[in-house]
């Protein structure tokens, strides 16, 4: 493997290559193949050429005036010029294989995660026993091995220090990592020291078998159970609506506390809004507890869970745990008017009552005497009617800004219809009507919907539609046409169209309810008419946003992750800009202040601010355009996490599958120095020969170039002075 000489030679192989092997040095070798385009024994008529021109030149010159062996030093340098040149005119490619050997890799990976300083929080000197033994462990290594340094807890990264401050554990970010970085390594083995408790991610000895090398662990933390009551899991909705009452699921998990009792209470801003006497039977129990608590303030919500500790309990860390609901007041409030009962009344109420998003409800257009501007969608069924043509409502709506869904069926008063100029004119043919299927539009694009959801709607039932011709708008948008039998026309099934800043949908048919039966006999549930339903009612009730300044970030961000804002500022013709500079001051809950400047990225701005402990923020980003000052506030949650507290019960059945599973051993604190003999009596262990091939042209080499010039540079020179040319 080790070269302690340097040797050089050079054999043909013909017809169209030659060989050039360079071994050096310490490691490895060179192994260079000269390939031509064209076939290698016109390398002779080069010798002839080069012999040729050397011989016109030189062959009884006598009118030289300089010594013998000059004279064949010329006739070298011209026969080895003329003889390159034509070798280059072949275009010859050197083709190289380069073999190196490289050391094994030993990646040691230490749990950097909050729970592994908790455990020996009591017993701090057998953490600073184990650290120094391990720095011994791993300047042993470094001696034999290339040793690469890593931690983990909520991230993979260099070991730069360890502080075992990091607030959650996701042990299969190791292998992805390893996965990613050492991708076609020689990685000898894999030293992971851990408590082997994890709380985020994959089972992490699956990953670990798909692995090619071995996984040493090194098992640190407490495995015997002491006294303890946590607050196990909590499950929860993290957004609901003002006034809602959402479930809450509490497991409280009891150990070693047999015959004792402990009060589960819940909080909020400090004032207790639900508690719960517990008894323990057993010594190690769970009791699982469904709460329904009422959304009454708007924003982020913070609800304290806490179980009151037991005498002489180990951890109580982990009696307090925090989840945060965010209640928002954004319900979509969607009024249903009609001209009579008709069964699709009852099949699109149903579809939105299922959506959380709505609020529905329904009237007789007769019967309603409420404000139409209290809701962000009106549907109108079969209206205006020829029995209701000109109802004061309907004035009220058409005057309004508010979106307007029509469905037409055989009530539809179409003249009403087109005369109010909503983009689209109905001119019946006849009083019969067309049973007509939908046909996806390809070119739809105001929003989206599944394969499966396009491929349904060509087995819906037909639904009863006026036979009539349809006079569209430019800015009309059908999503689906009309299939008359087996003919596809360009008439519209449902379409949309925008009027003087107005978004109009229209249904041209009656018998949607088929479509909700005929959804459940094809698939068991109603998916496919609710998404249809709710996507045409999303589109038409979403408010746009006209402002010309925005800013975008999470209300809720935990205390592990960066607060990231990103702004967009538009111009007077909503174009995007990012000229002016956009400014940010953030303010915690002691009312101290921090200012920042946004950059830009593109069109448009970006600020990342990094971490912040936990606590309520308020912002206030700010811009001028043109002598008009722009403001945007809003309020920011930072979230504590402690479920690292939650759990301090070492796994080390665990660690001792993951080593197992890849031909390895787990090691205790104190026995370490038999793991460094244990790597270092493998044999698989070892150095590998890498090998990389690389083509460059021969016509490239610039010191041949020179080497060349130099060549004739000395003959033209010599040959002036001795009287020739």
């Known amino acids: ?408 069926g055989g009530q539809t008063n179409y003249t009403i219809i087109n005369s109010l100029n909503l983009g689209v004119n109905v001119r019946a043919r006849s009083s019969q009507f067309n049973n007509a299927q939908g046909v996806v539009n390809k070119n739809f694009t105001l929003f989206t919907v599944g394969k499966e959801i396009e491929n349904l709607v060509n087995y819906m039932p037909p639904l009863s539609t006026a036979f009539a011709n349809y006079l569209l708008s430019p800015s009309s948008n059908i999503f689906l046409f009309q299939k008359i039998g087996s003919v596809e026309t360009q008439d519209p099934l449902i379409m949309f169209n925008d009027q003087s800043n107005k978004k109009y949908g229209f249904i041209f048919g009656e018998g949607l309810w088929r479509w909700k039966l005929h959804n459940f006999q094809r698939s068991g549930n109603h998916n496919f008419f609710n998404e249809i339903i709710a996507k045409i009612s999303q589109y038409l009730a979403l408010k746009e946003d006209k402002n010309l300044f925005r800013i975008n970030t999470r209300n809720l961000i935990f205390e592990n992750e960066a607060i990231v804002f990103e702004a967009e500022l538009y111009n007077a013709s909503y174009e995007l800009i990012n000229e002016p500079s956009v400014s940010l001051v953030l303010k915690n809950e002691e009312e101290t202040e921090f200012n920042y400047e946004f950059s830009r990225s593109s069109n448009s701005y970006n600020l990342n601010i990094g971490l912040f402990p936990p606590g309520n923020y308020s912002y206030k980003a700010t811009t001028i355009v043109n002598n008009e000052i722009f403001q945007v506030t809003g309020v920011i949650t930072i979230a504590e996490l402690n479920f690292e507290a939650g759990n301090l019960l070492a796994d080390h059945n665990l660690l001792f599958r993951m080593a197992l599973e890849t031909d390895a051993k787990m090691y205790f604190p104190g026995g370490l120095e038999e793991l460094v003999n244990d790597i270092k009596g493998r044999k698989d262990i070892a150095a590998i020969l890498y090998s990389h091939k690389q083509y460059s042209d021969l016509i490239n080499w610039r010191w041949l170039f020179f080497v060349l010039l130099l060549f004739l540079s000395v003959e033209w020179f010599v040959r002036k002075r001795a009287g020739g040319y």
Request: charged fraction near 20%.
């Open 1 to 408: 493997m080790l070269f302690k000489y340097f040797s050089f030679f050079i054999s043909v192989n013909l017809p169209q290559s030659f060989y050039l092997c360079v071994c050096f040095l310490k490691k490895g070798f060179v192994l260079s193949n000269i390939l031509f385009h064209y076939p290698s024994w016109f390398i002779l008529f080069c010798l002839a050429v080069a012999l040729l021109i050397t011989a016109l030149l030189y062959w009884r010159d006598n009118s030289l005036e300089i010594l013998f062996w000059q004279k064949w030093l010329l006739v070298v340098f011209r026969f080895v010029t003329v003889f390159v040149i034509s070798v280059l005119i072949l275009g010859p490619v050197i083709e190289r294989f380069t073999t190196n050997d490289e050391d094994p890799i030993i990646v040691f990976i230490q749990d950097n995660s909050e729970s592994i300083k908790l455990a020996y929080d009591k017993e701090p000197n057998e953490l600073n026993n184990y650290l120094s033994e391990k720095e011994s462990v791993i300047k042993l290594l470094k001696n034999e091995y290339d040793l690469h340094l890593f931690s983990f807890g909520d991230g993979f990264r260099r070991q730069d220090s360890i502080s075992f401050n990091d607030k959650l554990t996701d042990m299969s970010l190791i292998f992805k990592g390893i996965t990613d970085l050492y991708s076609n390594r020689n990685v000898g083995a894999v030293i992971i020291a851990s408590d082997g408790i994890y709380n985020q991610g994959l089972n992490p000895v699956y990953a670990a078998t798909e692995m090619k090398f071995p996984t040493y662990t090194i098992a640190l933390g407490d495995t015997i159970a002491r006294r303890d009551v946590l607050i196990n899991k909590i499950s929860y909705n993290a957004i609901t609506y003002l006034g809602n009452y959402f479930p809450v699921e509490i497991v409280v998990e009891a150990r070693k506390c047999s015959s004792l009792s402990t009060r589960l209470q819940i909080k909020k801003d400090g004032a207790e809004v639900f508690s719960k006497v517990l008894k323990f039977t057993s010594e190690h129990e769970f009791h699982t507890e469904l709460v329904e608590l009422e959304a009454v303030s708007v924003g982020t919500q913070r609800y304290d869970v806490i179980v009151d500790a037991v005498a002489d309990e180990f951890n109580i860390e982990n009696n307090v745990r925090r989840f945060y609901i965010d209640v928002i007041d954004s319900r979509q409030k969607i009024l249903i008017l009609a001209d009579a009962p008709h069964p699709d009344i009852g099949a699109i109420k149903q579809a939105l009552d299922d959506n959380d998003n709505y609020e529905v409800e329904y009237f007789p257009l007769i019967g309603f005497n409420g404000n139409v501007q209290a809701y962000n969608l009106i549907i109108l069924h079969q209206l205006p009617s020829y029995r209701l043509p000109n109802h004061r409502v309907l004035s009220e709506i058409f005057k309004s800004d508010i979106p307007v869904l029509f469905v037409f």
